[in-house]
């Protein structure tokens, strides 16, 4: 079974650019879930999906973050314009549903510098 | 102070003992525990999770819960040196969330 993916694993931009991350869950799973990590900090919740629908958006820094989840399949995470600030490891994961357990399973991640 | 509380390390510990890592957590209503390892540049694995105070024994790690005490804690026996990682606690609540503490980083000794 292939695990969770995310596209690109770096990205190199400059303030202003805009940057797409992509998701791709575990087949099957439901739930999809956004996570950060910035330098020296914790990993951060951004916000959940449960198939298409954002069940919980309360990690989003501000509205220059966008994401969707278009056919509840994969997922893309829009930073625009993005800001020094924005640098970090975004990571993903999905888990299955109903699933009580709630076991998460992250992707690799995709480093992002925004110089 | 932060929602979920791990001491940064390095936790050192030689390779066989017992590495013991500790997690702290204010919320009173969190409902689940988890532990991930992190290897360098990795993503985060999902090693043992545990909703009942006790312990949770899965092959040479034993998770150990006390909410009373609002403890969570993960042994490792036998450490050996494939388990020098960062070990990440995280909680989760009414949502299902992860809250994530910094993390404790272990290094085994051969």
């Known amino acids: 079974e292939a695990g969770v993916t995310q596209f690109p694993s770096h990205s190199v931009i400059e303030k202003g650019q805009t940057v797409t991350l992509r998701c791709d869950p575990i087949?099957?799973?439901?739930?999809l879930y956004w996570y950060r990590r910035v330098m020296g900090k914790e990993i951060k919740f951004l916000l959940h999906f449960v198939k298409e629908s954002k069940q919980d958006e309360s990690g989003m820094p501000n509205n220059r973050f966008l994401a969707e989840r278009t056919g509840g399949t994969y997922s893309t995470l829009k930073v625009q314009p993005a800001e020094l600030e924005d640098s970090g490891v975004y990571f993903c994961?999905?888990?299955?549903?109903?699933?009580?357990?709630?076991?998460?399973?992250f992707g690799p991640g995709t480093r992002l510098t925004v110089l | 102070q932060k929602e979920v509380e791990q001491n940064s390390g390095p936790l050192s510990v030689p390779e066989g003992a017992i590495a013991s890592l500790n997690c702290t957590y204010s919320?009173?209503?969190?409902?689940?525990f988890f532990w991930y390892r992190q290897y360098s540049g990795k993503s985060p694995e999902l090693i043992m999770f545990i909703y009942s105070n006790g312990d949770k024994e899965d092959g040479r790690f034993t998770a150990q819960l006390n909410k009373a005490s609002q403890y969570v804690s993960l042994l490792i026996r036998d450490s050996q040196p494939s388990d020098s990682a960062t070990y990440l606690c995280a909680v989760t609540g009414g949502r299902r969330a992860l809250t994530f503490g910094s993390g404790t980083r272990l290094q085994v000794q051969p």
């Open positions: 919320d009173r209503g969190s409902q689940s």
């Open positions: 087949s099957g799973h439901d739930n």
């Open positions: 994961a999905s888990s299955p549903n109903p699933g009580t357990d709630n076991e998460q399973f």
